[in-house]
């Protein structure tokens, strides 16, 4: 069996570097993926999102709050296959889908004036469908 998730959305934060117990690199994201509704209106689905070893250095390198990204991965379910579930400090149910990101491109919103450096530039593509 296989699954593949691809979501195109903004960095509602800054992305966090950490270390797992054994020793291995991670970065740690939130992406908002924003649908129209029509009318004016939106829905706005909220990622967790993991990427380890290189592809969470990239992001850490690279991207920054509000940066427009591209992420290919799977989901990660809880200990019954479900999104993770939560009451959040107001009393409310809440739930998010974590996703292990496999790929992640940066489309805009790069660190460093805007600029890519020259190992994100190589990385980068072209995405100008998706928008």
């Known amino acids: ?15 966090e570097s950490k ?3 054994s020793g291995k690199s991670y970065a740690q994201v939130s992406i908002a993926a ?7 209106q939106k829905e706005t689905t909220w990622f967790s999102v993991t990427a380890f070893e290189k592809t969470g250095q990239y992001l850490c390198n690279y991207a920054m709050k509000g ?3 591209m992420v290919t991965g799977r989901l990660q379910g809880d200990q ?10 107001s009393g409310s149910p809440r739930a998010s889908f974590e996703v ?5 491109k940066i489309l805009n919103g790069f660190k460093n004036d805007g ?5 994100a530039a190589a990385e980068q593509q072209s995405f ?4």
């Open 1 to 15: 069996m296989y699954q593949q998730i691809t979501i195109i959305g903004n960095l509602g934060r800054d992305p």
């Open 19 to 21: 270390q797992s117990r």
């Open 34 to 40: 924003s649908r129209s509704l029509g009318q004016g």
């Open 67 to 69: 940066s427009l990204v």
């Open 80 to 89: 019954n296959g479900g999104p993770r579930i939560w009451t959040d400090n």
């Open 100 to 104: 292990i990101a496999t790929d992640v």
């Open 115 to 119: 600029q890519p450096k020259a190992a």
């Open 128 to 131: 100008e469908q998706y928008y």
